[in-house]
């Protein structure tokens, strides 16, 4: 059960969960719930990465923040809000576990460790959004890149990610052109290597130093809700 928040719970409430969990396949391009639906089931990824994405009337994208197995999809639930607030999207296929939103609700009632993680968790990712929102009006696209490829290998139990140009250009917002001409100055640096449909990181220390400071504050936000 490779799921950072389950881990971190009591054998006792564990187990409860445990009986009613469900093991369900993602895959790419999957979307879990749009904006405003109404969403049945929490999911807790083992693999993969679930992009949350804001998106414009115009039909406009740009991801706001991203879960893989260190959290969970419930954040909406635990304050009976039933609508999503924004479109989940598999960008990175894997496994999860499944279970109905309305058990997961009663058990944050109990007032346990499930509801201790539950609020930590929802404090890490509005400290998520709240920072992509700074990061994408004030960062240059080059450093929101190198943020972006370590929190998504931060999720991911391999150096290669199987991502196109046109999948991170869609999360940035930016153009792909720019994606293309960023990636081919990081490769020339020995910091990744790619080919169509996938980045692979060689150089995670030389990322970090060319991404913005974002990356660091999202990253200890997690560590210290986990360590709570």
């Known amino acids: ?10 054998a006792e409430e564990l187990g409860r969960l ?5 093991s369900v396949r993602l895959s790419r391009g999957q979307v879990l719930y749009d ?10 990824p083992i693999s993969g990465v679930v992009s949350l994405l804001s998106i414009t009337e115009a039909g406009e994208i740009v991801e706001v923040g991203m879960v893989g197995n260190e959290g969970t999809t419930c954040i909406p639930f635990i304050d009976q809000q039933q609508q999503m607030p924004y479109r989940l999207l598999i960008q990175i296929p894997g ?14 009632r109990r007032g346990g460790r499930l509801h201790d993680l539950l609020i ?17 009006r004030f960062h240059m696209a080059d450093a929101r890149f190198c943020r972006w490829l370590l929190e998504m290998h931060d999720r991911v139990d391999s150096h290669i990610l199987p991502l ?11 153009e792909r052109a720019h994606v293309s001409r960023t ?11 790619y080919r169509y449909g996938s980045i692979t990181i060689l150089n995670r220390s030389g990322l970090e130093a060319a991404s913005c400071k974002c990356y660091q504050v999202v990253k200890q936000s997690v560590i210290q809700w986990l360590a709570a």
Not at 164 to 173: C, S
Request: charged share 15%; hydrophobic share 45%.
């Open 183 to 193: 990636a081919q100055s990081l490769q020339n640096a020995g910091l990744i290597s």
């Open 164 to 174: 196109t140009h046109e999948i991170v250009a869609n999360m940035l917002g930016v």
């Open 35 to 44: 904006a405003g639906e109404s969403a049945g089931y929490v999911y807790f």
């Open 120 to 136: 930590g968790h929802t404090h890490s990712l509005f400290a998520q959004i709240s920072q992509s929102a700074v990061c994408n």
């Open 18 to 22: 445990t009986a009613r969990l469900r």
């Open 1 to 10: 059960m490779n799921n950072q928040l389950l881990q971190a719970l009591s």
């Open 95 to 108: 496994d999860a576990l499944r279970i109905h939103a309305d058990f997961v609700r009663e058990e944050f």
